[in-house]
């Protein structure tokens, strides 16, 4: 079922009456379509199914009402629709036929029927797998993709709006929030309210910044991830996906990624985030069944032959963040490793001189630089090189300009690994640094 329009993000309307099928057909001008029912409605647009007289096949007819709405410029809003979804032929959008108006109080626009559902009740019926996730992800990237590459950013990403045809095609649809990167002030009111579906929206969309870009459909693309592998929604302290539903760890680095509260600390494109995806899926874990191909992937590169087992067995995590944390946990473990975890500098000291005590050597340490709360990553190092000049340490931070992510030899660090970082990221950074002390 094609899925109800978006609300402002600080608005709920309600939503109006809209004509019998019978009445609007009697409305069209010219008698070109055949209303026959109503298949979904919101409050701010309605969906019929219909058929096309002259070429005999079914259409969604999507119809707005001019009155409705007028603060949020919808005659404005159903124009660009329309022509942004008129410039966009690919096959996993929903293709527009035409458009016009009906009488001289509504807007109507004629679209590609699917047939079939829509994401948003494949989730809702608890029929979503994590194979099936990877299968839909990557055509609603793909879609995406193609529209930032013509300038046009959605900006209403969600499960409602992709739709599942029954023959196994995935469609992106309802561009009405849709803007063209070199319109900066488009669709923010003059009220200056963000428009958008609020737990998808990006926290600049819900800030209204006048310069929405690509980025914001990155970070409700790693909402929706979340969403396909959990069912639920990451609001408020979430849990990683595979903390929360068991799924691959190294897929919880894209999902932090993409929701990055700092577009600039985002993946960048979302053709990024769709090979991160890919690498994973194409590289299972030890023991791990393959997923099935994504649909419309790339072709698959050469897989190279697997690393070596790492002959280490116990490293020291210390990241105040709780879920960056358990993300590196997660990978850490998948691997074999022994994890011993702390929170802030203090603890850190306290844990390494506890393992050294008990016989237990710990081969490598991952030293977060900024604790707000307790001792900072660069203190805990002090104290950890007295205890043990020989530690052997890699420095993390957010803030790749901090002296001791650009140098880290001088305070002690055998390598830096600048944030956000992906699972492939972190191991490759912790076996080479390993590496390096094996053969020196």
Known sequence: MPPPDTIPIHSTPVAPSYPAPEELTRMMPGGCYVFERLIGSGGMGAVYLGRQVNLGRQVAIKILHRSHGQDYRYTERFRMEAQAMAQLSHPNIVGIHDFGFIGSDYLFFVM??????????????????????MRIIAPVCDALEYAHSRGIVHRDIKPANILLSYDGRVKLTDFGLAKRLDQPNAFVTHTNMALGTPDYAAPEQHDALPDIDHRADVYALGVLLYQMLTGTL???AWQSPSAHAGTD??????VVRALMQDRTQRYQSVSDLKRAIFEIITHPLCGATESAPLVNAPPPSP????????????????EDDLLLRGMIVRILRAEGIEIIEASEGGEAVRRYQEAAAAGKKIDLAIIDLTI???????????????????ILAIV????????AMLSPVLFGFSAALPKPYE????MGIVKDTLAARRTN
């Open 396 to 403: 993390s931070s957010g803030n790749t300009a901090d002296p």
């Open 249 to 254: 760890p190294r897929l919880d680095g894209v």
């Open 112 to 133: 590609e029927f699917i047939h079939g559902t829509d994401l948003h009740h494949v989730i809702s019926a608890g029929e979503m797998t994590p194979d099936l996730a």
């Open 303 to 318: 897989v190279p032959p697997p690393m070596p087992t790492p002959s280490f067995r116990r490293i020291l995590v210390l």
């Open 234 to 236: 990451p609001r408020g």
């Open 423 to 426: 699972a492939a990221d972190l």
């Open 372 to 390: 707000p709360s307790g001792m900072g990553g660069l203190r805990a190092m002090e104290l950890l090189r007295k205890f043990d000049p020989s």
